[in-house]
């Protein structure tokens, strides 16, 4: 199961910071992600780590340089810091978790993964 927090109402140029906590399976295996859905639009994907440390975390080209993945492990959380916000950020933010296991492929496609949480609302205001 995946519990996504810390959405909220933000102006724009701010910061939020999301949290997805992680509970039943294992967890420090398996790949982890964020998308997003804006009303009327599809799900994209926003940015995604691997279970390997080692390996860097990747981003879409719309919040690279402005956003951040990372997890914790012992924690069986993974968070999304969201820097200098804009109104086109807003949407329903979903975690993700792989499909399978000990992938190390940048997967960017919503069916790589195969649980999501319910969704955490992020509006950006001008």
């Known amino acids: 199961q995946l519990v996504e927090s810390g959405g909220g109402l933000v102006q724009a140029g701010g910061s939020l910071r999301l949290s997805c906590a992680h509970s039943?399976?294992?967890?420090?295996?398996?790949?982890m992600g964020w998308f997003r859905q804006a009303p009327g639009k599809e799900r994209e994907f926003v940015a995604a780590?691997?279970?390997?440390?080692?390996?860097?975390?990747y981003y879409a080209d719309s919040v690279k340089g402005r956003f951040t993945i990372s997890r914790d492990n012992a924690k069986r959380m993974v968070f999304l810091q969201m820097n200098s916000l804009k109104p086109e950020d807003t949407a329903i933010y979903y975690c993700?978790?792989?499909?399978?296991?000990?992938?190390?492929?940048?997967?960017?496609?919503?069916?790589?993964?195969?649980?999501w949480g319910q969704g955490t609302q992020v509006t950006v205001s001008s």
């Open positions: 993700a978790k792989n499909r399978v296991p000990w992938t190390t492929a940048q997967l960017m496609d919503p069916t790589d993964f195969g649980s």
């Open positions: 780590i691997t279970w390997n440390a080692g390996i860097t975390p």
């Open positions: 039943g399976g294992t967890f420090s295996s398996y790949g």
